[in-house]
């Protein structure tokens, strides 16, 4: 009979306690994301507003349809957006109609970026960019709407964190002795019953 105890591979133990203390920088990271673009979001969202017809003048050049009510509907979900994602309430709600109105402005304000990213060619400015996908890539990425585009996928998939109000009322809406049971292990190959 083998009484002899194997070890933990030390690589192993060693990435799995560095996986753990990254960990914990997740929610750090997230507040801080929240309250930069959140402010962000917010200022542009009240930028929109607080000068209206300019910005109706600019959705008319991008051909945007009924660019008063865009504007209005569009820095009002700025605005709002920044201060919920801002305060970690209902982020993964919110969420959703920034990343629609982000993909509205691509397709208005930054068509040709698009154009030239999928078909190749020149679209975009000469003086700017080269022709092909990569500077369309560039241009995409350099757009104003970029970040606030990321930032509404980062809140739709990890949430707020824990630094949050949703995290608060989810302790408080749903105490541990309410949550649901741990899943059954799947064992492969089986059929389920």
Known sequence: MNTTIARPNPLIRCALLYRRGVS?????????????????????????????????DAFKGWHVPMPAASVAISGTTEMVGGLLIMAGLGARFISLPLFFNFCVAYATASIDSLRQFAFGGQYLPTRRYDAGRLSALEAIINDDAFPFLVTSLLMLAFG??????????????????????????????????
């Open 160 to 193: 707020a964190g824990k630094v949050s109000l949703d995290h608060l009322i989810a302790k408080w809406w749903f105490p541990k002795s309410e949550e649901l049971p741990p899943r059954e292990p799947r064992v492969v190959g089986s059929t389920p019953s």
């Open 24 to 56: 914990y920088l997740r929610s750090a990271v997230l507040l801080v994301i929240r309250l930069a673009w959140g402010w962000e979001l917010y200022l542009s969202g009240y930028r929109h507003l607080t000068h209206f017809q300019n910005t109706v």
